[in-house]
């Protein structure tokens, strides 16, 4: 295996080399392959939604030259290596398992996630003191998450120390309370940037309702988006059929066709 990755890191290195290397990749830095590692791990979750072991293995090879990629940047900067990067990830999970690795006993998952989470609020704690900054229970939430999913994240670590509402049906209270004030600025011709604010809330606190449920607000909405296209596909081969344009259609019949759409495919499912 070793072997394996050296050549991988030699390939890196000779893609990089100053003058016989690719000219795309010596001029890369983190800020600019940053797009591509996230584009990468989509592409992970994608070949595993559709159950595509062997794309699945081309995909996990392209996000692994992800993080070769940036240890070589980094190693040429005199920073940290690939072996840095496999040494810190390989100490904080021995460090985060001790129940594995140290006999540590716990009485139940919840018991496990609380020392999970203690171990992560110690390396935010020393991490604050290096940067010399206050600490903050919101910290290391990543900023550029997809929003749905950070929203989630920031609610859940808000709700370990007791800010959050008890009941879901005060978090239900709130999300009719942000649809009326949407609807108030609406109807006032607001600014957009007003109705912006106000439909940003909205979607907050619908993710913080989706966390109260245990349900994951950004796999929700994807499956929702792909119950969207299902229909909507369904609706053109409706209009394709019948040998008409959504220009020639009315209203009225799309959302006739939409409904038809809606109890077809779910009994399809």
Same mark, same amino acid.
């Given at each position: 295996?070793?072997?394996?990755?050296?050549?991988?890191?030699?390939?890196?290195?000779?893609?990089?080399?100053?003058?016989?290397?690719?000219?795309?990749?010596?001029?890369?830095?983190?800020?600019?392959?940053?797009?591509?590692?996230?584009?990468?791990?989509?592409?992970?979750?994608?070949?595993?939604?559709?159950?595509?072991?062997?794309?699945?293995?081309?995909?996990?090879?392209?996000?692994?030259?992800?993080?070769?990629?940036?240890?070589?940047?980094?190693?040429?900067?005199?920073?940290?290596?690939?072996?840095?990067?496999?040494?810190?990830?390989?100490?904080?999970?021995?460090?985060?398992?001790?129940?594995?690795?140290?006999?540590?006993?716990?009485?139940?998952?919840?018991?496990?996630?609380?020392?999970?989470?203690?171990?992560? =609020? &110690?390396?935010? @704690?020393? $991490? #604050? *003191?290096?940067?010399?900054?206050?600490?903050?229970?919101? !910290?290391? +939430?990543?900023?550029?998450?997809?929003?749905?999913?950070? =929203? &989630?994240?920031? @609610?859940? $670590? #808000? *709700?370990?120390?007791?800010?959050?509402?008890?009941?879901? !049906?005060? +978090?239900?209270?709130?999300?009719?309370?942000?649809?009326?004030?949407?609807?108030?600025?609406?109807? #006032?011709?607001?600014?957009?940037?007003?109705?912006?604010?106000?439909?940003?809330?909205?979607?907050?606190?619908?993710?913080?309702?989706?966390?109260?449920?245990?349900?994951?607000?950004?796999?929700?909405?994807?499956?929702?988006?792909?119950?969207?296209?299902?229909?909507?596909?369904?609706?053109?081969?409706?209009?394709?059929?019948?040998?008409?344009?959504?220009?020639?259609?009315?209203?009225?019949?799309?959302?006739?066709?939409?409904?038809?759409?809606?109890?077809?495919?779910?009994?399809?499912?």
């Amino acid at each position: 295996m070793s072997n394996k990755i050296d050549n991988l890191l030699a390939v890196m290195r000779q893609l990089r080399h100053p003058e016989t290397g690719c000219p795309w990749d010596q001029k890369q830095t983190y800020e600019s392959i940053a797009p591509y590692t996230i584009e990468e791990a989509y592409e992970v979750e994608d070949a595993i939604e559709r159950k595509d072991t062997e794309a699945l293995k081309s995909e996990l090879g392209d996000l692994l030259f992800q993080v070769v990629f940036y240890s070589q940047i980094a190693n040429e900067d005199g920073e940290f290596t690939f072996d840095d990067i496999v040494e810190a990830i390989t100490e904080k999970m021995i460090k985060r398992h001790p129940h594995v690795f140290d006999k540590v006993t716990f009485n139940n998952a919840e018991e496990q996630t609380n020392n999970w989470e203690a171990h992560k =609020a &110690e390396e935010r @704690t020393r $991490r #604050a *003191a290096l940067e010399k900054r206050k600490i903050s229970i919101l !910290d290391d +939430v990543p900023p550029n998450l997809p929003a749905l999913i950070r =929203a &989630e994240k920031l @609610t859940k $670590r #808000a *709700a370990r120390v007791g800010f959050d509402w008890p009941q879901i !049906d005060q +978090v239900i209270a709130k999300i009719d309370e942000e649809l009326a004030e949407v609807k108030a600025e609406i109807n #006032a011709n607001a600014s957009n940037d007003y109705i912006e604010d106000e439909i940003g809330d909205l979607l907050f606190t619908v993710a913080n309702l989706a966390r109260h449920c245990k349900i994951d607000p950004e796999n929700a909405l994807k499956k929702t988006n792909r119950k969207f296209i299902e229909r909507f596909h369904f609706i053109e081969q409706e209009l394709e059929d019948a040998d008409m344009s959504f220009e020639d259609a009315s209203l009225e019949l799309l959302e006739e066709h939409w409904q038809t759409a809606k109890a077809t495919i779910l009994k399809i499912k």
